[in-house]
């Protein structure tokens, strides 16, 4: 069975700085898909980034980038810049591709960024 | 465009009482339904998937059960409730076959039981 971790419960930064949220996760297959979620205090799951596994390059999307590992099974979100509104619980998930298709989810870090 | 509606938004029911939380999918078809539960504070309990109508894969043992009677209806149900019952409930769906695309979850329920 798949699972993930997130070994920092919680993180604090201040605005406009750089912060970087842990995640690891086992699987035995060679295919599937990682992402990371985050949900601001309405509760409503929002997407990040996502990351292919047969993909080396490195996902990005403005000011959040990650970075994979797939030998160490580490899969990394760094926030550059960070806002005050990127304040928020973040989540680690990982999908596999063939057979069950269900997504599996870290226990979350939270994330404040102090003004 | 493709949406997804949940509810009841907030429920308070005593112990023993019954339940049955509602989700639907709108804009797409034969999609991947998943139920999860996400305890005060805590990470996001995959409960419950299905991936057509009628199959449901159960992630643990609990007083939960799932059904999925029509191909953008998944239901979770409770004969009798717990106190542990207590939580954060997201409905969400993911495009069959995966191609990579996210799961698009709904507001939420926040159910209490007293």
């Known amino acids: 069975a798949q699972t993930v971790t997130q070994s920092q419960p919680e993180m604090s930064v201040q605005e406009a700085e750089t912060v970087t949220l842990s995640c690891t996760y086992d699987?035995?297959?060679?295919?599937?898909?990682l992402f990371w979620y985050k949900q601001p205090p309405s509760r409503q799951m929002i997407l990040v980034i996502r990351?292919?596994?047969?993909?080396?390059q490195n996902a990005t999307e403005n000011r959040f980038s990650v970075n994979f590992q797939k030998a160490a099974k580490s899969f990394s979100l760094k926030i550059s810049d960070s806002q005050l509104g990127d304040t928020a619980m973040y989540f680690c998930?990982?999908?596999?591709?063939?057979?069950?298709?269900?997504?599996?989810f870290g226990q979350g870090t939270r994330l404040t960024i102090n003004p | 465009s493709q949406t997804i509606h949940q509810w009841p938004a907030t429920l308070v029911q005593p112990v023993g009482s019954p339940l049955s939380l509602e989700c639907t999918v709108e804009?797409?078809?034969?999609?991947?339904l998943y139920w999860y539960r996400q305890a005060a504070g805590r990470g996001l309990q995959l409960l419950f998937y299905?991936?057509?109508?009628?199959?449901i894969s159960s992630e643990v043992p609990q007083n939960l059960s799932a059904s999925r009677p029509q191909d953008r209806q998944f239901i979770l149900s409770s004969k009798k409730l717990l106190l542990s019952d207590s939580g954060f409930y997201l409905c969400?769906?993911?495009?069959?076959?995966?191609?990579?695309?996210?799961?698009?979850f709904g507001q939420g329920t926040r159910l209490t039981v007293v």
């Open positions: 969400a769906w993911s495009v069959r076959p995966l191609r990579g695309t996210e799961a698009f």
């Open positions: 699987t035995s297959e060679n295919n599937y898909y």
């Open positions: 804009g797409t078809s034969n999609p991947n």
């Open positions: 299905s991936v057509g109508i009628g199959q």
């Open positions: 990351q292919e596994a047969y993909k080396q």
């Open positions: 998930a990982f999908m596999k591709i063939q057979g069950a298709q269900k997504l599996v």
